[in-house]
T-cell receptor, first 113, second 112 residues
């Protein structure tokens, strides 16, 4: 069974640009969550999607957005990048919206210069 | 503000010893508790989940939950250098909004 796939794995952007990250969940999993991880802040919840609907949202500015497609694949977008957006962005899938048993992808490491 | 707290460490134990990792949470209505392990440069992976008071054992790992005292712990018996990682505690509540609340993690170093 294939795991969670995130693309791209690494990317470098400059301030003011935007970025789109992609996540393909485990087959059969309908819920996808996104996290930002930095050394000082730990895992910060961005949002969760289930069946194409946003179920939960963290405390991030509107520059961070996401969506989920009918095949459960998800994308997140960050517009007008800031230096502080440099982080590891993790996608996690789970079979439904209620369980806390997450399966993480390898992450997309974003560097903003 | 719902919180999950962990000692950041590093917790250093010799090989073969028992490593004890602790986590406290503020939301008394929390229902589900999870331990994730994260190796340096890797993503977190689930190692234990526990939902009711008491102990749950899985191989060398034992999770302990005490809802009255609002803490959950993870014991690693016969610690190995390969157990060296950051251990993240995550807690979720009941009902429709089961957003996970994460601790910052405890760094464990097992010395040969």
């Amino acid at each position: 069974k294939a795991g969670v796939t995130q693309t791209p794995r690494y990317l470098i952007k400059t301030r003011g640009q935007q970025v789109t990250l992609s996540c393909s969940p485990i087959s059969g999993h309908r819920s996808v969550s996104w996290y930002q991880q930095t050394p000082g802040q730990g895992l910060q919840f961005l949002f969760e999607y289930f069946s194409e609907t946003q179920r939960n949202k963290g405390n991030f500015p509107g520059r961070f957005s996401g969506r989920q497609f009918s095949n459960s694949r998800s994308e997140m977008n960050v517009s007008t990048l800031e230096l502080g957006d440099s982080a590891l962005y993790l996608c996690a899938s789970k079979r439904d919206s209620y369980t806390g048993e997450l399966f993480f992808g390898e992450g997309s490491r974003l560097t903003v210069l | 503000q719902k919180e999950v707290e962990q000692n950041s460490g590093p917790l250093s134990v010799p090989e073969g010893a028992i490593a004890s990792l602790n986590c406290t949470y503020s939301d008394r209505g929390s229902q589900s508790f999870f331990w994730y392990r994260q190796y340096s440069g890797k993503s977190p992976e689930l190692i234990m989940s526990i939902y009711s008071n008491g102990d749950k054992e899985d191989g060398r790992f034992t999770a302990q939950l005490n809802k009255a005292s609002q803490y959950v712990s993870l014991l690693i018996r016969d610690s190995q250098p390969s157990d060296s990682a950051t251990y993240l505690c995550a807690v979720s509540g009941a009902g429709n909004n089961r957003k996970l609340i994460w601790g910052l993690g405890t760094s464990l170093a097992v010395n040969p």
